[in-house]
């Protein structure tokens, strides 16, 4: 089974701070996305990468952005944290026009 | 752009009782439509998916998704709610593309109660 790793389950940081959010994939997958989900808004994009090094942006990408140096790896960065990024983060990846595959999610809450 | 709605919320059923989840689209092209369930705690896993072959599409644990053009919907049915599927469930569409771009609904949450 494909296996998407998120590097941290809960996550509290400080105002101004930057935060790194690591997402890991084990089956070769070319496509890879960041979500983040709240409550009543579902989940909305925020950066999607098609390939090493290349990324667009989603829905919701101020704020934010991405790194992704090798294939497996896709991180997403706030450059300096702020109350209403406390959120839900979900990372996910997928090959083709086929499922995604979500990671169990960081719960980044910043104060 | 597409768009899904979710209709309600949260949504109370018994054991044993039918599951109705609803879920309508809005899209310019022919949509790939989705539902993805998400147990407390953990990601979300696909259920079933609609790419324009039959109308109803059957998914994992006993549930299935009628595609309706007429209405626009694409709902989520099963025949008889067991307690295990208490959980979210989010509807998505995406464009006819080579990979996956999804714009989710709000979710729905279902209850079961014994």
């Known amino acids: 089974d494909v296996k998407v790793t998120q590097s941290s389950r809960y996550l509290v940081k400080r105002t101004g701070e930057k935060v790194f959010l690591e997402c890991v994939q084990d089956?070769?997958?070319?496509?890879m996305f960041w979500y983040r989900q709240d409550p009543g808004l579902g989940l909305r994009l925020i950066y999607f990468?098609?390939?090493?090094?290349?990324?667009e942006k989603g829905d919701i990408p101020e704020g934010y952005s991405v790194s992704r140096e090798k294939k497996e790896r896709f991180s997403l960065i706030l450059e300096s944290a702020s109350t209403n990024q406390t959120s839900m983060y979900l990372c996910?990846?997928?090959?083709?026009?086929?499922?995604?595959?979500f990671g169990s999610g960081t719960q980044l809450s910043v104060l | 752009a597409q768009s899904v709605t979710q209709l309600g919320s949260h949504v109370s059923v018994s054991e044993g009782a039918l599951v109705l989840l609803r879920c309508n689209y809005s899209?310019?092209?022919?949509?790939?439509l989705f539902w993805y369930v998400q147990y407390p705690n953990q990601g979300l896993q696909l259920l079933l998916k609609y790419t324009s072959a039959a109308t109803l599409v059957k998914g994992i644990n006993g549930f299935e998704g009628e595609f309706k053009k007429s209405e626009t919907s694409f709902h989520l049915t099963k025949p008889s709610a067991h307690m295990s599927d208490a959980a979210e469930y989010f509807c998505?569409?995406?464009?006819?593309?080579?990979?996956?771009?999804?714009?989710f609904g709000t979710g729905t949450r279902l209850l079961v109660s014994p």
């Open positions: 899209s310019s092209v022919p949509p790939y």
């Open positions: 089956m070769d997958h070319e496509n």
């Open positions: 990468s098609y390939d090493v090094k290349m990324k």
């Open positions: 998505a569409v995406s464009e006819n593309t080579g990979f996956q771009k999804l714009v």
């Open positions: 996910a990846s997928t090959q083709s026009n086929e499922k995604l595959f």
